[in-house]
Nanobody
């Protein structure tokens, strides 16, 4: 069993930056594909970014070039660096994990087994 805990959310002005963290306990993350999803008010959950156990990166078009996902397996932590934030980035951000790997553009379609409880990101004008 894997427990995921997100942190780093908050209120930021448009154009600003935030870094989210997701720390896992229970099992090592090195054999897992890790991802970030988000859910805005009144909308469904959407894929944001993923990093496979082999180092493949996958990004949603809406965040590519602004967000960077990274992982530190020694710390059992995955990060999401968010720059140039926009009002439409406001959402609850969730960390997810699934054992196994993926290639670019397929990571988003994996069936993630483990989810965190989410952290709120609010971008103001």
């Amino acid at each position: 069993q894997v427990q995921l805990v997100e942190s780093g959310g908050g209120l930021v002005e448009a154009g600003g930056s935030l870094r989210l963290s997701c720390t896992a306990s229970g099992r090592t993350l090195s054999s897992h594909t890790m991802a970030w999803f988000r859910q805005a008010p009144g909308k469904g959950r959407e894929f944001v970014a993923a990093t496979s156990r082999s180092g493949t990166l996958d990004y949603a078009d809406s965040v590519r070039g602004r967000f960077t996902i990274s992982r530190d397996n020694a710390k059992n932590t995955v990060y999401l660096q968010m720059n140039s934030l926009k009002l439409e980035d406001t959402a609850v951000y969730y960390c997810a994990a699934v054992q196994g790997t993926c290639i670019t553009n397929t990571c988003r379609g994996l069936r993630y087994d483990y989810w965190g409880q989410g952290t709120q990101v609010t971008v103001s004008s």
